[in-house]
């Protein structure tokens, strides 16, 4: 997430943002955000309901064997439809900022008017 | 005569030592180093190099340098360091679910209400219909899920 931050700019300019979910209560995702410096929304899902919706539960996970998420990274477009998902294999391996960027030229849903 | 100090058990076990603390603590914030660690590797690989020179010297030629005992012990814990750290990156790191059911490209992304930092109820939708930081119309929304600080 650091390098998305990093990035943040180059969404901001393709006028798609960003959205980080976990089961952290909002508590510990503010001392996130302030210690790590990010500027974009962080949301809570402490029940994991949105994360079971999109099926990315992986259960007893957490030190204390809480139920976590399993990385993932969906692009949604303003019509609600999903266009680019990852699902990464690894937990070391996530995606890349330019990986997403990339994407979203390709559909070109960015700043439609400038093209 | 008093043996000569095993040098090169002591570095390589550094090495080997240092490898997985330079990952995790460094190259885990460099997706070019995290993703496949090609530069860990090498480390391990000198390491035990060096290692197993030392042993080696140890063994042929005990009246002159030491680390007969504690150079075998060395070694097999370097061993074990690096068979550890091989399994993680490379066997546990993948025990992930497949999360077949998750929203495929051309499905509707599911809605959903959260939290936000401010303890305010967001839904997806209405994310999809604020107005981004620069322009006047929204493109997407990127949602990144994570494991969360725990």
Known sequence: ?115 | MKRRWNAPIWLGFLFVLSAPVVYFSVFIRFPALRDHPWLTFPVFGIGLMLMAFGVRCAYHEPWIYRGKIFGTILAVLSIAVVTLFGAGVYYFARQLPTSGGAPKVGEKAPDFTLQDMDNHNVTLSSLLHSTPAEGDKLAGVVLIFYRGAW
């Open chain 1, 1 to 115: 997430m650091r390098s998305f931050e990093q990035s943040i700019n180059a969404f901001d300019h393709r006028h798609v943002s960003l959205v980080a979910i976990s089961v952290d209560p909002p508590e510990t995702t503010r001392e996130l955000r302030e210690k790590q410096g990010y500027t974009f929304t962080f949301l809570s899902d402490p029940k994991a309901e949105a994360i079971r919706r999109y099926d990315l539960l992986h259960a007893g996970a957490g030190e204390q064997g809480e139920d976590l998420s399993r990385p993932a990274e969906f692009l949604i477009d303003a019509a609600g439809t999903v266009r680019w998902v990852n699902l990464t294999d690894s937990l070391v391996v996530r995606a890349r900022p330019g990986q997403v960027l990339s994407a979203i030229d390709n559909l070109r849903l960015g700043s439609p008017r400038t093209r």
